[in-house]
T-cell receptor, first 117, second 112 residues
Framework: GAVVSQHPSRVICKSGTSVKIECRSLDFQATTMFWYRQFPKKSLMLMATSNEGSKATYEQGVEKDKFLINHASLTLSTLTVTSAHPEDSSFYIC?????????????FGPGTRLTVT | AQTVTQSQPEMSVQEAETVTLSCTYDTSENNYYLFWYKQPPSRQMILVIRQEAYKQQNATENRFSVNFQKAAKSFSLKISDSQLGDTAMYFCAFMNFNKFYFGSGTKLNVKP
């Protein structure tokens, strides 16, 4: 149980275009989902926290107009990178917190590698 | 602000031996959680072990155990009987007020 999927696993897009990444909790309902960014050989950096039905909370330094997060249902959150640039290339990971679990529970997706050319 | 520091970028251990990964953190909070996550080459984050700050007893999960020193803000991971499948990046993480903070990671190589 507690499986989180991400789609796509890899995506290449051209500079200036937008790309959407989906994060789904497959066998549980997630009231909260987190989006992280991981640079090569670096740690995970929390980008934003999204709660179902409400606006995402962005970490300091993260452009909310560039990284649009939508948490439309208890099983789906999306991250849209708008007007992508090569510096947006990175590994993006989501995690989901089950609805009826403690605050420390989170399950990670397998990640999405974004390459902007 | 919460910070997590892992001072060992890379470590190696022989198969079947024991290795300890270090982690220190900084916080002014009293209630929080600490974690060790494993990230193998597949990049999937896997929870290794969790420790609640209010518990004095060190957490243990099979071959994995922690040494939690709250006053020193230290949280090390001991892997006993290391296996080839333990080769991965290991991240120490701190959680408080709905947010997770990760250290920079330690790359562990288990050698046959």
């Amino acid at each position: 149980g507690a499986v989180v999927s991400q789609h796509p696993s890899r995506v290449i897009c051209k500079s200036g275009t937008s790309v959407k990444i989906e994060c789904r909790s497959l066998d549980f309902q997630a009231t909260t989902m987190f989006w992280y960014r991981q640079f090569p050989k670096k740690s995970l950096m929390l980008m934003a926290t999204s709660n179902e039905g409400s606006k995402a909370t962005y970490e300091q330094g993260v452009e909310k107009d560039k990284f649009l997060i939508n948490h439309a249902s208890l099983t789906l959150s999306t991250l849209t990178v708008t007007s992508a640039h090569p510096e947006d290339s990175s590994f993006y990971i989501c995690s989901a917190r089950p609805r009826d679990r403690g605050p420390y529970e989170q399950y990670f997706g397998p990640g999405t590698r974004l390459t902007v050319t | 602000a919460q910070t997590v520091t892992q001072s060992q970028p890379e470590m190696s251990v022989q198969e079947a031996e024991t290795v300890t990964l270090s982690c220190t953190y900084d916080t002014s909070e009293n209630n929080y959680y600490l974690f060790w996550y494993k990230q193998p080459p597949s990049r999937q984050m896997i929870l290794v072990i969790r420790q609640e700050a209010y518990k004095q007893q060190n957490a243990t999960e099979n071959r994995f155990s922690v040494n939690f020193q709250k006053a020193a803000k230290s949280f090390s991971l001991k892997i006993s009987d290391s296996q080839l499948g333990d080769t991965a990046m290991y991240f120490c993480a701190f959680m408080n007020f709905n947010k997770f903070y990760f250290g920079s990671g330690t790359k562990l190589n288990v050698k046959p």
